[in-house]
């Protein structure tokens, strides 16, 4: 990653956590919650009886494994993201809600290979793993993303707790990265080392491919004024 991402992550999570603070100083309902997002708070406010608009900010880190042609790779994955919403009930007295909005995101994965029985997989071929010797595949969700959903909640039918839902999707094309260490890169060789590169980040884009349609399943509870 670039010097400039570490200044680029503290102003999008800031960025994000102002939007809710913001919103929240005017906020009729404030509400937590919990999801594919990870856990996360945020505030609402109606309109009129068919138009209403949220925002919230969510985070999580998670560790979990991933292989990527043929190699397997240790993953820190963390989820930092907020959003701003608009919400359109369509029927009097359900809280029933169709959302539309954009969503603010930091999310990274971040892999370092770990060898399988002592060695590496490239170009369908095996290598010894010596010390020092390893690949690091990265990913990153564009800073901005669409959001549309379905969801419960932030109706303005009565003071007190309430229970809110969100089922929908973001959609954005992940930037991805594929290095090698310098012990690797050396062994390998400056030719060698471009078509293993190469290689790498092809399989790793066609994995993240996958997921470039981000689905948001948030349930919670709030409280209105």
Known sequence: MSGEAPVKTIVNQWAAV????????????????????GVGIGAAVSFNSMLGAHADFNAI???????????RYQDD????????YADIFPWRGSGFRATLGLRFNDDELHGVSVPTNGTYVFGGKRYPALPGMYAVAQARYPTVMPYVGIGYGHRPASKGLGFVADIGVAYGIPKCSYTLSPELAAAAGPAKSQVLVASGLDSLRQMMSRYRWYPVLQIGISYRF
Request: aromatic residues 8%; without cysteine.
């Open 61 to 71: 880190n998670l560790t979990h494994d991933f292989t990527v042609a043929g190699n």
């Open 18 to 37: 102002a939007v809710v603070f913001a919103a929240s100083a005017h906020a009729q309902e404030i509400y937590l919650q919990g999801g594919t997002q």
């Open 77 to 84: 994955l963390k989820l930092r993201q907020g959003g701003i």
